[in-house]
């Protein structure tokens, strides 16, 4: 039997997760105390596996269970366009949208002089790698449209100038806005009305 302290350490955790307070991770931590069978044995046993297999692919970075991730491994994704994103969750919503067909690269950040992160910080040597390697003809841009997407932007689309086709979404992402906020919709619009760098 649990003791209290320790429903309360796992109160302390649940309320470190994004869009979770303390209020919030009381609620759910009974919710899921009363429904044991059904909720908090089974996600006990899948937090454990994903814990135990969780990685980066050593390709994309995007996160799954195998060193190259299914997107990676697939040729049917091998179409020549690779989309340029910020996040592992901007990766996810593009693919939730279904639009696009080809590969990802995921930065894992934005360049930021504030923060002192550099393009070496990021995932950005590597893409002029894959750009000959995977036979890349368009590379979209599909970066945050705050100050330091734009930034990191400009500076990929400086690199790569002149080897192959730059596109960006189209209006549509909203300034500030994450791509992981918008509707599938709204995403399958600004891609294929994409415009060149
Ligand atoms: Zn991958």
Redesign the pocket.
Same mark, same amino acid.
């Given at each position: 039997m649990s003791s209290p302290s320790e429903i309360d350490h796992l109160i302390d955790l649940m309320a470190k997760l994004p869009g979770l307070g303390p209020r919030s991770a009381r609620r759910a931590v009974l919710h899921l105390i009363r429904k044991r069978a059904l909720l908090l044995t089974p996600l006990a046993d899948v937090m454990q596996e994903v814990a135990a297999t969780a990685r980066e692919?050593?390709?994309? !970075?995007?996160v !799954?269970t195998t060193d &190259?991730?299914d &997107?990676?491994?697939s040729e049917k994704r091998a179409t020549g366009e690779l989309c340029v994103v910020e996040d592992v969750a901007d990766l996810w919503a593009m693919e939730r949208s279904g639009v696009f067909k080809g590969?990802?690269h995921v930065l894992g950040g934005t360049l930021s002089a504030l923060d002192s992160i550099g393009p070496e910080d990021l995932r950005i040597p590597r893409l002029a790698d894959r750009i000959d390697t995977e036979g890349i003809t368009e590379v979209i841009l599909a970066l945050n449209a705050t100050v330091d997407g734009q930034t990191t932007a400009h500076y990929i689309a400086d690199q790569l100038q002149g080897r192959v086709r730059l596109t960006s979404l189209a209006q549509g992402v909203p300034i500030g806005g994450e791509l992981d906020y918008l509707d599938d919709g709204t995403i399958s619009a600004a891609l294929r009305a994409r415009k060149d760098i």
């Amino acid at each position: 039997m649990s003791s209290p302290s320790e429903i309360d350490h796992l109160i302390d955790l649940m309320a470190k997760l994004p869009g979770l307070g303390p209020r919030s991770a009381r609620r759910a931590v009974l919710h899921l105390i009363r429904k044991r069978a059904l909720l908090l044995t089974p996600l006990a046993d899948v937090m454990q596996e994903v814990a135990a297999t969780a990685r980066e692919c050593l390709n994309c !970075g995007n996160v !799954g269970t195998t060193d &190259i991730c299914d &997107i990676c491994d697939s040729e049917k994704r091998a179409t020549g366009e690779l989309c340029v994103v910020e996040d592992v969750a901007d990766l996810w919503a593009m693919e939730r949208s279904g639009v696009f067909k080809g590969r990802y690269h995921v930065l894992g950040g934005t360049l930021s002089a504030l923060d002192s992160i550099g393009p070496e910080d990021l995932r950005i040597p590597r893409l002029a790698d894959r750009i000959d390697t995977e036979g890349i003809t368009e590379v979209i841009l599909a970066l945050n449209a705050t100050v330091d997407g734009q930034t990191t932007a400009h500076y990929i689309a400086d690199q790569l100038q002149g080897r192959v086709r730059l596109t960006s979404l189209a209006q549509g992402v909203p300034i500030g806005g994450e791509l992981d906020y918008l509707d599938d919709g709204t995403i399958s619009a600004a891609l294929r009305a994409r415009k060149d760098i």
